[in-house]
């Protein structure tokens, strides 16, 4: 069945690279296009040269392979540089999202650089590196979301890279130390990942694994990336709530997290027009840096406790049985993604997700959705006196 899989995805591939007029490039201009290795160590060719579509696919792929003799001299790190540029990556996400197998296969059978870095004791871990260090930032994304569909090498090399920690979790063919590595990642990337507000992005761009329920033990340690029985049910039918003068539908219901429920009202319909969405955008005072739009599908504490955004939107008031449960504690020094609570002489008043600590160069920030307005980065500082609140408290998950 694979293999019939990967004739089908080789055709159609050839079909892509072939929308200009056909071109037989001749065997003198392939090698020389693949000598140019021996000088700049990188890659002679991707997308955007005037030849790629020209070039039949087995030239390409014979181009895009170093000489055998280059490939053994580079290090494993720069193997892996080599692999997170790799102009291929962009296939992962043309395949069908139940059939990315098949794009590993595609790898194997075409990506030297790839099949070297397998081979290596020290490549998985130079890889995991490698893809550790990306500057990848949600708004990329959020901004145009179906850019993961094609040729972006930033964003080609973030999937890739998720997706081959997803694959090495699922093989548990690991060492001590890549699962070490791996557990940085997730909490590293776990955060990014977690501004990103549309399905196409969350898809393949996430640890859990294809929403099923998943508890990933890391040297001894049990990392929950989506708890056994976590999730939303309904308990009644569809009512209405005022946000910001906006009539907007929810579902009320329980939200099960932590091991403790609580109450929670499931986004239904409604939203702002695109007028009134700007005019919320633009709504607050301080120099912010705002990372998904104005919306009444999700607030504050959903956004904090539950991981919500606009494609899964969710309208907690209160995180109190969550900050009770015996799987969150206080703490006094903030990390990030530790969850702040702050409180205004009324009480609780706004949660937020740490991002950055006084550790970093401008102290401490925060990520968090302003009621209906918009989601902001923002320094924690600025959130207390948006919110007049004196004090805040700091959690953090188990």
């Known amino acids: 069945m694979k293999i019939i899989k990967y004739v089908v995805i ?9 929308l200009l007029p056909p071109y037989t490039a001749e065997a003198s201009n392939v090698i020389q296009m693949k000598k140019a290795w021996y000088s700049t160590k990188s890659f002679p060719i991707n997308p955007n040269h005037p030849l790629w579509r020209r070039l039949d696919l087995e030239d390409n792929f014979t181009i895009l392979n170093p000489p055998k003799d280059v490939l053994n001299e580079l290090s494993s790190e720069d193997l892996a540089k080599l692999m997170m540029k790799y102009p291929h990556l962009w296939v992962l996400t043309s395949y069908d999202y139940r059939e990315k197998d098949v794009f590993w296969d595609y790898l194997r059978n075409n990506c030297d650089i790839y099949n070297e870095i397998l081979k290596r004791e020290d490549g998985i871990a130079a890889l995991l590196n490698e893809y550790k260090e990306t500057d990848f930032n949600a708004s990329m994304l959020n901004g145009d979301p179906m850019s993961v569909f094609g040729y972006n090498p930033k964003i080609n090399a973030e999937v890739f890279g998720c997706q081959f920690v997803r694959r090495l979790l699922a093989s548990k063919n690991m060492s001590k130390a890549d699962y070490g590595l791996i557990e940085e990642i997730i909490k590293k990337k776990s955060v990014e990942y977690g501004l990103l507000v549309y399905n196409c992005d969350v898809q393949y761009l996430t640890f859990e694994e294809d929403q099923e329920n998943v508890e990933m033990s890391l040297l001894g340690r049990t990392i929950t990336v989506k708890a056994k029985n976590d999730g939303f049910t309904a ?8 946000i910001l003068d906006i009539q907007i539908r929810f579902i009320p219901g329980v939200y099960q997290k932590y ?20 005019r919320y955008n633009n709504r607050i005072n301080y120099s912010w840096y705002r990372l998904a739009n104005a919306t009444p599908k999700y607030n504050c504490h ?12 969710y309208w907690l008031e209160s995180p109190v ?31 937020a997700v740490v991002c950055e600590t006084p550790s970093g160069k401008t102290g401490l920030y925060a990520v968090s959705k302003i009621g209906g307005l918009a ?3 923002s320094p924690v500082s600025e959130l207390m006196n948006y919110y007049s609140c004196k004090t805040f408290k700091k959690y953090r998950i188990k």
């Open 375 to 377: 989601l902001y980065r």
């Open 321 to 351: 049985n969550y900050m009770n449960s015996s799987r969150v504690t206080q703490v006094g020094e903030p990390k990030v993604n530790d969850i702040i609570v702050m409180y205004s002489s009324a009480g609780i008043a706004h949660s």
């Open 235 to 242: 308990t009644g039918a569809d009512l209405e709530k005022t």
């Open 302 to 313: 959903a956004y904090a406790w539950l991981k919500a955004n606009a494609s899964s939107g």
């Open 10 to 18: 080789s055709i159609l591939a050839i079909v892509l690279l072939c």
């Open 259 to 278: 091991g403790v429920s609580s109450d929670c009202l499931k986004w239904y319909s409604g939203d702002y027009d695109a007028e009134t969405r700007k």
